[in-house]
């Protein structure tokens, strides 16, 4: 084959021309720290990595809705056990005001404490959690339960409903997180009066008009209480676990989700520089060819 | 017996060779640079010997040469490697256009990262999530519309980037059809002074070095066939009845047909973009033979925006009456096959289907979304509200849904309407905030395509162009093997001639010295 200085020429320079786009898509990688910048550079890890970070977000996402769901849950426990406390409270006070030989004082005084439980009670029903009423079913925005009379109640009516609040904990799957204050203060509905309300002022009355033989029946009705109380309060305790599980389970799944992104996304930077150390060395080399190979002619041997 | 004088002659027209061909030598060098300079060899011939023979012929034992000439200056090209190299820088050409369009389209779309389109996405899923958890939220609500928006604005503005990229091809596409028409202008003229030259009986070699050159220019724009063309010429002959005897005889032109057929049978006769004609004769409509003389002829190609799709078409041709029956009409499609101009139009289709996936992906966002929100009830009990809007406000029919993907604007001014919970407008389940949070897997996977196939076919025309150019790089490397000056050959070739020339000279020396013996003997 013929060779001319021109073809020379162009060769070097086109090699020359080569090697340095390698250099800058290799330097290009270093200084981003990605393997991809764009879709071309390699378009089935870029969807893959679209993917995987669509992933990682629901995924995230997944795990604040459970934290979420955890801590309404635990307030829900708080408020519940505080009810229990309430009651149980009542109950003791209804087995004393129940014995025959207490004065008539003694048991008006039980009934003012029943009246401040009842307060309290009311109080631990409307409880709220971020601004949400926890126990108003699906109407968190208005405060679930208030006395029939504010000045001289008889009942506590429940104004919340028997709906539930359900939230995403991973894909396609959904969990009720509320306790509605129909289920846990045995309501029939919406508008209805609350019977476990009724059992406490039912002593109250008991107590006020001084009827031991009244409060008898009604220290069972606690009973059936507490028990319903303890009830409620597993299902938000075994749900609380049940997340307490998840987020730990999700937490491990978002560290290998992030981990395939970074094998996707991310440069392996020792290998990143052995390729650049080795495409500037022949980047060098072309240059130094280049120059021994262009520089000599015959004119430099004629006379 | 030759003559006392013989050699001056023989040695006369020696100097005279060499000093052509160092005048070729310097011509080569001088042009060594020159783009398209194809290197030429003075090409030297014995000349005939004497005696001839003849009765009369002088006697003696063989002939003696009488010198040399210089019969011919060579162009030392081949046509069939220049076929080659238009044929791959048309393809070069086609893949250089979709790659530099495809490069923008992807500046549209750069992914990953965390800024792009998927960023804005999952922040809008991830607040309907949390919008599910607590309806009544403000905060949640407030910046729900805020993501939403910036949302929508990222999607009209990709929208209106495409729309930029098709409009910016539009226009390189006229200037291109425009480039098309101005290098034909050139190789006509070229053809005609090529023709004249020729037809003297000399080499044209630097004009058709200058045409080769435009020849692969235009190879770069579209793809089109060549064919050289004949004169038909007097031979100075006769035949048994006495007619003069014509023979076609080539004339150095060439006529350029765009994008079509390489076999000439199947050509359209009507697509030529450069025409030439020899004499020729044609029949006419009452019968009788017309000869028609050498015209030359060059059409004008024009881009036309307007039709659906785009095309390039041809625009002021002329009346041919070479082409029987003379059929054009202005305005006539011309089919491109490769080249700039074929890529333009295959990036615009690319472009305009992108635009299209946008749109689509745009109204199923906003109709699946608007679906569910409509059935779901806001905090002031508003209910059957749309989400998004998208129809254009002057053409509501023209389905550009990417640019017109707005938030309802009562949702904007009041973010009380945002249908989050179905039911009562007291209860705040969030439901229809989930519900559309779980369409989420559905438009993401629209999107995720979409970039998928953007990255594909960028990447196709990245590798492809940088194929053409590596095949090119090779194609080139073999014509200027050929054709190409060498400065060695050069210097090399020249020594040889000066060390001829000064032989030559001696050689006159010589001849005159025994020229002075054969008078000395006088004395």
């Known amino acids: ?303 | 017996m030759s003559g006392t004088f013989f050699g001056f002659n023989t040695a006369l027209k020696s100097i005279f060779a060499q000093q052509k061909a160092m005048n070729t030598t310097s011509h080569n060098i001088a042009n060594a640079s020159t783009p398209g300079y194809t290197r030429q060899q003075a090409v030297m011939a014995a000349d005939f010997a004497f005696p001839v023979p003849s009765m009369n012929r002088p006697g003696g034992a063989g002939q003696v040469g009488t010198g040399v000439n210089v019969v011919e200056m060579r162009r030392i090209r081949d046509q069939f490697l220049d076929r080659q190299i238009q044929a791959e820088l048309s393809s070069l050409g086609q893949w250089e256009q979709m790659s530099e369009t495809l490069k923008l389209v992807e500046t549209v779309f750069i992914e990953p990262s965390d800024s792009g389109l998927s960023t804005l996405f999952n922040e809008f899923w991830v607040t309907w999530q949390e919008l599910s958890k607590n309806a009544e939220n403000d905060a949640i609500r407030t910046s729900l519309v805020e993501t939403s928006v910036s949302l929508a604005e990222a999607i009209n503005h990709a929208h209106s980037q495409l729309t930029t990229v098709i409009e910016d091809l539009e226009y390189i596409a006229s200037i291109k059809a425009e480039q098309v028409n101005t290098i034909a202008q050139q190789i006509d003229d070229l053809n005609k002074q090529i023709a004249t030259i020729q037809l003297a009986g000399d080499a044209p070699n630097d004009l058709k070095d200058k045409r080769d050159l435009l020849l692969e220019e235009l190879a770069k724009l579209v793809d089109f066939q060549i064919e050289e063309t004949t004169v038909s010429r007097p031979t100075g002959k006769v035949d048994s009845s006495g007619n003069p005897v014509y023979a076609d005889v080539p004339d150095g032109q060439i006529r350029i047909y765009l994008g079509t057929e390489e076999d000439p049978e199947k050509r359209d006769v009507n697509d030529y973009l450069v025409h030439v004609n020899g004499t020729y004769t044609y029949t006419d409509s009452s019968g009788t033979e017309q000869i028609v003389e050498p015209i030359n002829n060059v059409n004008k190609i024009a881009f036309d925006s307007d039709t659906d799709p785009p095309e390039f078409k041809w625009v002021e041709k002329i009346d041919d009456p070479a082409v029987s029956p003379p059929s054009y009409v202005d305005g006539d499609t011309l089919t491109v096959n490769n080249g700039q101009l074929f890529g333009i139009l295959r990036a615009m289709e690319q472009v305009s289907d992108y635009r299209q996936d946008l749109n689509g992906l745009a109204k199923e966002l906003a109709d699946s979304i608007n679906a569910l929100h409509v059935s779901g009830v806001g905090l002031d009990g508003s209910t059957g509200l749309d989400f998004f809007e998208y129809d254009n406000p002057s053409d509501p029919a023209d389905g550009e849904v990417a640019a017109y993907l707005r938030i309802n604007q009562d949702i904007v001014d009041d973010i009380n309407k945002i249908a989050a919970s179905s039911g009562a407008a007291d209860e705040h389940n969030g439901e229809i905030a989930l519900k559309i949070s779980q369409l989420r897997p559905d438009i993401d996977r629209q999107y995720d395509q979409l970039v998928s196939r953007i990255g594909v076919k960028t990447n196709e025309a990245n590798r492809r162009t940088e194929g053409q150019e590596v095949l090119l790089g090779q194609l080139e490397n073999r014509k200027e093997s050929m054709s190409g000056v060498s400065l060695d050959e050069e210097m090399a070739m020249m020594l040889q001639y000066q060390r001829v020339y000064q032989a030559s000279a001696t050689m006159i020396t010589t001849l005159d010295e025994m020229v002075q013996t054969i008078l000395s003997m006088k004395r």
């Open chain 1, 1 to 303: 084959m013929r060779i001319t200085n021109r073809m020379l020429v162009d060769n070097v320079l086109r090699n020359i021309n080569r090697n340095l786009a390698q250099l800058q898509k290799t330097q290009y990688q270093q200084s981003s720290g990605k393997v991809v910048s764009r879709p071309s550079d390699d378009p089935i890890r870029v969807t893959q990595a679209l993917y995987m970070r669509s992933t990682l977000a629901e995924q995230q996402q997944h795990i604040k809705n459970m934290k979420d769901a955890k801590s309404w849950l635990d307030a829900t426990d708080t408020a519940l056990m505080n009810f229990g406390e309430i009651i149980h409270r009542s109950y003791e006070l209804a087995i004393d005001g129940a014995n025959g030989d207490l004065p008539e004082d003694a048991r008006q005084a039980i009934a003012d404490e029943i009246t401040q439980l009842i307060d309290h009670l009311v109080q631990v029903a409307n409880t709220s959690h971020a601004g949400r009423y926890i126990f108003a079913g699906t109407r968190t925005a208005d405060i679930p339960f208030a006395y029939d009379d504010q000045n001289n109640p008889s009942a506590v009516i429940y104004q919340g409903n028997e709906n539930d609040l359900n939230w995403e904990v991973s894909p396609g799957v959904t969990m009720t997180v509320n306790l509605t204050g129909a289920a846990v203060f045995k309501v029939t509905g919406a508008g209805n009066v609350s019977d476990t309300f009724d059992v406490l002022f039912d002593l109250k009355n008991a107590l006020e008009a001084n009827d031991p033989d009244a409060i008898q029946p009604l220290i069972t009705k606690l009973q059936e209480e507490l028990d319903n109380n303890l009830s409620q309060r597993s299902i938000a305790g075994a749900k609380s676990r049940r997340m307490e599980l998840a987020i730990a389970r999700a937490e491990e799944a978002e560290i290998n989700s992030t981990e395939i992104l970074s094998n996707l996304e991310d440069i392996d930077i020792a290998e990143v520089n052995m390729t650049l150390s080795m495409q500037s060395y022949v980047y060098q080399a072309a240059l130094m060819t280049g120059v021994k190979v262009l520089q000599p002619s015959l004119i430099d041997f004629m006379k």
